[in-house]
């Protein structure tokens, strides 16, 4: 082999070696970029045992929205913080995601000054759905300053016909001539608020999502001894419409706020059976571990 020959070789070589080292240099920061989010998301657990501050809270949501089209939302009857990922004009698929209660409660007896959640999990798997045109949507009074807030809106009527509606404008917002379908997906209350979207008006939903929610919240106020939410609507006036939208709801083996048993029961008693596949997640609860695997628990059911 000539000098040449042996120079030409050893370049090759070593663009070969470069490239494989690119893409293995590649992989390794991508899961480690993975591994520091699901730590991150351990971090906020452990904050989120102390009670963070509104201001806190709210630099948290920022972080989590730095990428999106995030604002705040004003309807006639609530503001509401939103966030648009991803934004694609050729896909027309629009999906829903819905914050949960939130920390509408100190104690169990105890009412919240600020709902704004301590950790914000709906707004983190909508972070984490690598779809596009994801819309996120806080729950009222969630983030905002708004004079029309008062506890009762984040308590006995946080599933009222105007907590829906104003959650429905928002939607409407964002939906144009060329919307074709609409997943939603909620996590805890913010399931029994997507069902209801769905059931109450004319909107081309394909497909409901819940996750750890309590889609009847009379059943779900019986089961915890608690008093009946005074004010809110509940799903069983909207059950006919319901059974023709195909359903996935993901339930906790752990969860005790919202077990499976309870969850089966709405289901049944609404008559939600056919319609609706149930994904028991054996080591998950209430909170842990729904943000942390999202990418993958989508993949069981998007294939």
Same mark, same amino acid.
């Given at each position: ?10 370049? %090759? ?19 480690? $970029? ?253 909170? $842990? ?7 993958? %628990? ?6």
């Amino acid at each position: 082999m000539s000098i040449m020959q042996r120079s030409k070789h050893h370049t %090759l070589c070593h663009s070969s070696l470069s490239n494989t080292l690119s893409r293995l240099q590649i992989q390794r920061a991508w899961h480690l $970029c993975q591994a520091l989010f699901i730590s991150c998301i351990a971090l906020l657990n452990m904050a989120c045992s102390s009670s963070l501050s509104p201001e806190q809270r709210g630099a948290l949501l920022d972080s989590i929205l730095v990428d999106s089209e995030a604002k705040i939302v004003d309807t006639k009857y609530f503001s509401h913080q939103v966030a648009f990922f991803r934004r694609n004009e050729t896909n027309n698929k629009l999906i829903v995601y819905i914050e949960g209660d939130g920390y509408a409660w100190k104690s169990r007896t105890t009412v919240s000054t600020n709902p704004t959640p301590l950790r914000p999990v709906a707004a983190i798997m909508a972070n984490r759905d690598n779809r596009n045109n994801i819309l996120y949507i806080a729950r009222p009074c969630q983030y905002v300053i708004d004079k029309r807030c008062h506890k009762n809106i984040w308590t006995n009527r946080r599933y009222s016909n105007e907590v829906i509606a104003s959650i429905y404008n928002v939607i409407q917002g964002y939906i144009t001539k060329k919307t074709d379908g609409i997943e939603v997906l909620g996590y805890s209350g913010g399931g029994l608020i997507a069902m209801m979207l769905s059931g109450s008006y004319d909107l081309p939903v394909e497909k409901i999502v819940t996750i750890a929610a309590n889609i009847d919240h009379l059943e779900w106020t019986h089961y915890h001894r608690v008093s009946p939410l005074l004010g809110s609507r509940n799903i069983s006036e909207v059950a006919d419409k319901l059974q023709k939208i195909k359903q996935v709801h993901f339930v906790g083996g752990e969860d005790d706020n919202v077990p499976f048993k309870l969850l089966r029961k709405s289901i049944e008693k609404n008559g939600l059976n056919e319609i609706s596949m149930i994904i028991n997640k054996r080591r998950f609860d209430h909170h $842990c571990c729904w943000a942390e695997q999202w990418p993958e %628990l989508l993949q069981t059911i998007n294939k």
